[in-house]
């Protein structure tokens, strides 16, 4: 058996077949009846229990490449193909599953092998036609060809990549120890903010004339301004009042008193109903905002200052800190190592050689179209615009079959 090359046609329908499972729940089925062994209804065929060399599909109608008519068939029967048939075996399917995408699942499978003897059909129309002649679809074969052996190429040294040594884990570990040092941290948050009591807006009675209503347009502009200017002041006021609180606790805080406590007292003076616990357990650095990363550099029991951010005032205290096991922390670098050394690989081959463009024939970059970013193997992504319609040339008809001959 040859194994066609899939289309998209073919990757777009098992990566549908893949798509997870409606999780709704589904009544459940009904019971067998009593005349029926449940379990004997049940029992199927486990896929394993199929010998290699068993047939999995059967294609009556399609001749294998290699294959002849048998001998006394008629015309008629041989341009029919009614004694042809393609068989492909278990082993032969698992080979082509396999090359498709390792491990695919059963749904995919199925749909591949529905799908496969199509294309085999088609092929089968295409070198009936003499298509292979063409010399525009053997440019567009010949460039199908490349971008082919470019994505197994691409897999290739993505698997390499993915092969990282233990070795070398190990050495990223030992060399990089502030990546995985944690830090158990206290954090006491003071919005710049209090929260305002809900004011009772009541509907104001409807006007009955024209002039007072100008005489309440206008008087409502004034009253927006003064409020606007009211509601400004009020909140520098509760910004002073608040960093004034902030400054309090800090100092509270740096005497020893409870983190816990103190943030309790911040929620209350801020008319808050609840906040955030003091606590906020073991972070690395990367989790913390950029602007607060020197409590970083502060000794266990240490207070930080007082580090002021557009929504409030945050005061830190290291309780502890430690240094992750690498154990903990093997997979997460080698994901990392992973795909620095497929990246590395990728630019290595692509700056193996350089590539000059005739900037007079082809448009410059910003006036560029159809090229986006890379695809899941790491090949760069082409997308071609539709070509202007124009006449298209008749292909030679295939032949017609024999007449039988009485």
């Known amino acids: 058996m040859r194994f066609a090359c899939i289309p998209v046609l073919l990757v777009a329908s098992l990566a549908l077949a893949q798509t997870p499972a409606n999780t709704t729940a589904t009544p459940a089925p009904k019971p067998f009846p009593t005349s029926v062994n449940a379990g004997t209804a049940l029992r199927r065929p486990k ?24 001998t006394g068939t008629t015309p008629a029967k041989r341009a029919a193909g009614s004694d042809c048939k393609t068989v492909v075996t278990r082993a032969q399917f698992d080979a082509l599953a396999e090359a498709i995408q390792p ?70 570990y030992t060399n990089n120890p502030s990546e995985f040092e944690q830090f158990e941290l206290q954090r006491i948050f003071v919005p710049k903010e209090r929260k305002q009591e809900a004011k009772d807006n009541k509907p104001e009675p409807k006007q009955e004339s024209a002039k007072s209503s100008e005489a309440e347009k206008d008087s409502k502009e004034e009253s927006t301004e003064a409020a ?14 608040m960093k004034e ?29 609840a906040g955030a616990s003091a606590n906020l357990g073991k972070l690395t650095a990367h ?58 690989a990728m630019q290595s081959v692509e700056q193996s050689a350089k590539t000059v463009l005739n900037e007079t024939y082809f448009p410059t970059p910003n ?14 992504q082409i997308t071609i615009p539709p070509p202007t319609p124009e006449p298209v040339a008749a292909h030679p008809a295939a ?6 001959k009485n």
């Open 47 to 70: 896929p394993s229990s199929v010998a290699p060399d068993t047939p999995v599909i059967t294609i009556m109608g399609l001749c294998e490449a290699a294959s002849r008519p048998k």
């Open 103 to 172: 491990n695919l699942p059963s749904a995919a499978k199925f749909q591949l092998a529905n799908i496969y003897p199509k294309l085999l059909l088609m092929q089968r129309e295409f070198r009936k036609y003499g298509l292979e002649k063409d010399p525009k679809v053997q440019r567009a074969l010949a460039f199908t060809r490349v971008r082919s052996e470019a994505e197994e190429m691409a897999k290739a040294l993505k698997e390499k990549a993915d092969d990282v040594p233990n070795a070398e884990i190990e050495k990223y």
């Open 228 to 241: 606007e200017k009211a509601k400004a002041d009020n909140a520098k006021a509760d910004d002073d009042r």
């Open 245 to 273: 609180l902030a400054d309090a606790l800090h100092a509270q805080a740096v005497a020893g008193e409870d983190f816990e406590k103190l943030q309790k007292q911040a929620i209350e003076l801020a008319g808050l109903q």
């Open 287 to 344: 989790q913390l905002p950029p602007a607060h990363l020197v409590v970083t550099s502060m000794k266990p029991g240490e207070v930080s200052q007082v580090f002021v951010d557009p929504n409030g005032y945050y005061i830190y205290k290291i309780v502890s800190k430690s240094t992750k096991p690498l154990e903990q922390v093997r997979a997460d670098i080698k994901t990392n190592l992973a795909q620095r050394r497929f990246a590395d």
């Open 367 to 380: 006036a560029a179209r159809g090229f986006g970013g890379r695809d899941q193997h790491g090949i760069r």
């Open 399 to 404: 032949p017609s079959p024999e007449a039988p």
